[in-house]
């Protein structure tokens, strides 16, 4: 098998499988033929695992970026920030609403622009949040809608999740597809832990000099994963959007001169400039349709709160799918037209829900959580007879969320390639029905622990009970992460799979906006746990998708 590129040069000769010769990897690849255990062995394997080992931290940086709000809005609350909680919660419901929105797509990006071009730019677009963040929190009179501006901005990087995985699903045979795109999404998703853990850290050191601006005093107590830090504390909250420049600069090298195209999936991809372009214009046509949706769904002043939330969602979803079909030109229309056939498929739509379940639980708790634990243990709860209403005030004796929060995250994304691995031994499905139950009961049972906290004058000594059954939770969203992944790459082609899985992550990442809001709203009601019971219900009936679908005797694809 002779593979070679007019433009870049050969990849490599292979003679019964065996190879001849070893030379430079062109970025754009001709030919690739991984199901053929001869190609896999002696060219595709090293070339999947580099774009793969290369793709794992770009994409923990766009997870870090887009969620590190549910960290920074706690640390804006503890030092003072003229913001109430629910502006804060709004915050980080904005960027997750952009991330799931820009994945819509994201997912025909590599398509269109192929892996190295948009795994590069969407990494180096990382640095605009970044510094625009870093630049922003060093003063307390910057304005709401700044941070609003960079909440939306911040949603590239929830957006390049659904890009990451489209091109990795091409790189790997089916028989490997479930353990390399757990490694890629489980590690990926380690982007949250390490967040919410070097975010607090780096925030106690001036480790950027003059350049940072000063330190603010804490006004509250708060903390890291050693402990509590407390109040009149020097704090350098501007590092938790800078920091992310230490990575982005060497990754985004890294994707430009490691990475490569395959031009089996990206046939006609034109010069780099041309995909760029490409990428940057639908982008920014989600970020038009993300950033009107917001406003006709936000209350005053921010925006006209004439649409609930569940009748915004499926409308931002379906015009921006619209405006990217009406808007695209060229060799880029037909390529976007031919993608649009897997919304005929009706596993499509099976398989958005289930894969709601697990990574949308996954990034909405991720997101919610940290302000939840502040609300709900940072106060007393105390009702008052003679006015009918909860009185609420410090609790001296509460956990930190900073010190707390990462723990969930952090196993729910450790578990992720198990879930993947143990679904290629025994089936995607079979897994998916065994953690869509433990989730309804995981779910009812932290919604009773709100309850209890929520009316209780020393909620702190439910903590521990509701920590623990967040970690249930997490971890089962994580082993079905993986299983949802090997059930795609079972059910569709390698053509129809990328986009399959772009488009599934993407309405699943509007669970980082659906959360945050709903808990919010809930709270605000002073009943948390409806939030939780909501969601129990939720995948119940998404146990019953699952079995009816692929479990049940006569389903459409038996899996296994």
């Known amino acids: 098998m002779n593979l070679r590129n007019k433009q870049h040069g050969t990849v490599g000769v292979a003679?019964?499988?065996r190879e001849r010769e070893r030379e430079r990897v062109p970025t754009d690849i001709p030919e690739w033929d991984v199901e053929n255990p001869a190609f896999w062995q002696s060219t595709g394997r090293s070339v999947a695992y580099r774009n793969l080992w290369i793709s794992v931290p770009s994409l923990l940086n766009g997870f870090a970026i887009?969620?590190?709000?549910?960290?920074?809005?706690v640390q804006m609350l503890n030092l003072g920030f003229p913001f109430s909680k629910d502006e804060m919660f709004t915050l980080t419901a904005i960027s997750g609403l952009a991330g799931a929105t820009l994945r819509i797509p994201a997912s025909f990006f590599i398509r269109i622009a192929g892996g190295r071009n948009t795994i590069f730019l969407t990494t180096a677009m990382l640095m605009i949040p970044a510094i625009g963040t870093g630049i922003a929190l060093q003063d307390?009179?910057?304005?709401?809608?700044?941070?609003?501006?960079?909440?939306?901005?911040?949603?590239?990087?929830?957006?390049?999740?659904?890009c990451s995985m489209s091109n990795i699903s091409t790189f790997f045979p089916k028989r490997l597809q479930g353990t390399a795109l757990g490694i890629n999404a489980g590690l990926g998703n380690f982007g949250v832990t390490t967040m919410q853990?070097?975010?607090?850290?780096?925030?106690?050191?001036?480790?950027?000099g003059s350049f940072a601006g000063g330190a603010m005093e804490l006004v509250k107590d708060s903390g890291w994963i050693f402990g509590k830090i407390l109040a009149g504390t020097p704090t350098f909250v501007q590092n938790a959007g800078l920091v992310w420049l230490l990575l982005l600069v060497p990754l985004a090298f890294f994707g430009?001169?490691?990475?490569?195209?395959?031009?089996?999936?990206?046939?006609?991809?034109?010069?780099?400039?041309t995909a760029f372009a490409k990428i940057l214009w639908l982008y920014g046509l989600a970020f038009v349709t993300a950033g009107v949706g917001l406003y006709f769904y936000l209350p005053a002043p921010t925006g006209l709160g004439l649409l609930n939330m569940w009748v915004a969602l499926p409308l931002i979803m379906v015009v921006t799918l619209m405006v990217m079909k009406l808007a695209a030109f060229g060799e880029m229309k037909g390529n976007i037209s031919k993608q649009f056939e897997i919304f005929k498929n009706r596993h499509t739509w099976s398989m958005t829900a289930l894969y709601l379940v697990t990574f949308g639980s996954f990034i909405g708790f991720s997101m919610a959580l940290p302000l939840s634990i502040t609300v709900i243990f940072g106060d007393t709860h105390v009702f008052d007879a003679a006015s009918g209403a909860w009185v609420h005030a410090k609790n001296p004796n509460a956990p930190s969320a900073l010190q707390y929060a990462w723990i969930g995250p952090f196993v729910g994304a450790l578990i992720r390639p198990v879930g993947g691995w143990i679904s290629d031994k025994v089936g995607g499905s079979i897994v998916t029905q065994i953690i869509s139950a433990v989730m309804v009961a995981a779910s009812a049972y932290a919604g009773y622990i709100m309850m209890q906290a929520y009316q209780s004058a020393t909620?702190?000594?439910?903590?521990?009970?509701?920590?623990?059954?967040?970690?249930?939770?997490?971890?089962?969203?994580?082993?079905?992460?993986?299983?949802?992944?090997?059930?795609?790459?079972v059910i569709f082609d390698r053509v129809q799979a990328g986009p399959v899985l772009g488009w599934t992550s993407a309405v699943a990442a509007y669970g980082s906006f659906i959360a945050p809001e709903v808990?919010?709203?809930?709270?605000?009601?002073?009943?948390p746990e409806n939030a939780m019971y909501g969601f129990a219900v939720f995948y119940a009936v998404c146990l019953i998708i699952n079995w009816w679908f692929y479990l049940r005797k006569n389903?459409?694809?038996?899996?296994?």
């Open 197 to 208: 853990i070097l975010i607090p850290l780096v925030m106690t050191a001036g480790i950027f």
């Open 459 to 489: 909620p702190e000594i439910y903590f521990t009970q509701f920590l623990v059954v967040f970690v249930v939770l997490f971890a089962a969203t994580g082993i079905g992460n993986g299983s949802t992944f090997r059930t795609v790459g």
């Open 555 to 560: 389903a459409y694809i038996k899996n296994p």
């Open 140 to 162: 307390k009179t910057t304005p709401l809608w700044v941070f609003q501006l960079l909440a939306l901005l911040s949603g590239i990087g929830g957006g390049n999740f659904a």
């Open 15 to 17: 003679v019964g499988g």
């Open 66 to 73: 887009w969620l590190m709000w549910g960290i920074i809005t």
């Open 256 to 273: 430009f001169f490691g990475m490569n195209n395959l031009l089996t999936v990206t046939p006609n991809i034109g010069s780099t400039i």
């Open 519 to 527: 808990i919010k709203n809930q709270i605000k009601a002073g009943t």
